[in-house]
T-cell receptor, first 110, second 113 residues
Framework: RKEVEQDPGPFNVPEGATVAFNCTYS??????FFWYRQDCRKEPKLLMS???SGNEDGRFTAQLNRASQYISLLIRDSKLSDSATYLC???????????FGTGTRLKVLA | DTAVSQTPKYLVTQMGNDKSIKCEQN?????MYWYKQDSKKFLKIMFS???????INETVPNRFSPKSPDKAHLNLHINSLELGDSAVYFC????????????FGPGTRLTVT
C-alpha cells in the first residue's frame, strides 16, 4: 500500500462546478497535512495546510479525518485557473520527511 | 524577493559529465531539501539538511552529493551523469515549528543526452 494515495483523475468539470478530492495516508503517526497545486512545468505551490478542525480559504475547504486517515479538498465555484494537479502531502510526526501523493489532475472546462 | 531560488533553470549536458545545481532560500528556514520529479511526475525526496547537518539521505546513487555551506544554501553535485538522471530537480525549504510548511524553488530541468 502506498503511503499516500490519491485518485490520479483527470477530473474534468465545468466552470462553476464544485469538485472534491480525497487522499488517504497509511501512517497513523502523521502530524502535518497539506494540499499543494502544481501547474504544468512549474514547482509545487502550497495551497493550504490542513488543520484538525478543518479550514477554509476562500473557495477552498480542507478537512482532516484522523480516524479514517484521509484528508479532503473541496473547491467551490471552479475557475479555469484552478486547472492543475493537486498534491496531497503528509508529514509523519518526529520526522522532517514529507510524503507526496502522485497528484490528482483537475481540468476545468469553459 | 524570491523565497527559494535555484540555478540554473535549465541544464543540458552529455553523459559522463559532472554538473552542479545551486539553491538559496531567504526565508530564514532551518531545513532544506532536494527532490527529483521524473517523467511520471512523482516527487521523490533525495536529501535534506537541517542547520547544515544531513538528516535525510534516501537511496540515491553516490554520484549525487549534496552540500550545505550554510543554512540558506544547499547545492547538489552530480558526477558521471547518466541518461536516467534526466528529470526536474526541486529545492525546497521549511522551518521546524512554523506548521512545517514547505516552499519550493522553481526547479532545474536537467536533460542528459
Amino acid at each position: 500500500r502506498k503511503e499516500v494515495e490519491q485518485d490520479p483523475g483527470p477530473f474534468n468539470v465545468p466552470e462553476g462546478a464544485t469538485v472534491a478530492f480525497n487522499c488517504t495516508y497509511s501512517n497513523s503517526a502523521s502530524q502535518s497535512f497539506f494540499w499543494y497545486r502544481q501547474d504544468c512545468r512549474k514547482e509545487p505551490k502550497l495551497l493550504m495546510s490542513v488543520y484538525s478542525s478543518g479550514n477554509e480559504d476562500g473557495r477552498f475547504t480542507a478537512q482532516l479525518n484522523r480516524a479514517s486517515q484521509y484528508i479532503s479538498l473541496l473547491i467551490r465555484d471552479s475557475k479555469l485557473s484552478d486547472s492543475a494537479t493537486y498534491l496531497c502531502v503528509v508529514r509523519p510526526g518526529g520526522t522532517y520527511k514529507y510524503i507526496f501523493g502522485t497528484g490528482t489532475r483537475l481540468k476545468v472546462l469553459a | 524577493d524570491t523565497a527559494v531560488s535555484q540555478t540554473p533553470k535549465y541544464l543540458v549536458t552529455q553523459m559522463g559529465n559532472d554538473k552542479s545545481i545551486k539553491c538559496e532560500q531567504n526565508l530564514g528556514h532551518d531545513t532544506m531539501y532536494w527532490y527529483k520529479q521524473d517523467s511520471k511526475k512523482f516527487l521523490k525526496i533525495m536529501f535534506s539538511y537541517n542547520n547544515k547537518e544531513l538528516i535525510i539521505n534516501e537511496t540515491v546513487p553516490n554520484r549525487f552529493s549534496p552540500k550545505s555551506p550554510d543554512k540558506a544554501h544547499l547545492n547538489l553535485h552530480i558526477n558521471s551523469l547518466e541518461l536516467g538522471d534526466s528529470a526536474v530537480y526541486f529545492c525546497a525549504s521549511s522551518q521546524v515549528g512554523a506548521f512545517y510548511e514547505q516552499y519550493f524553488g522553481p526547479g532545474t530541468r536537467l536533460t542528459v543526452t
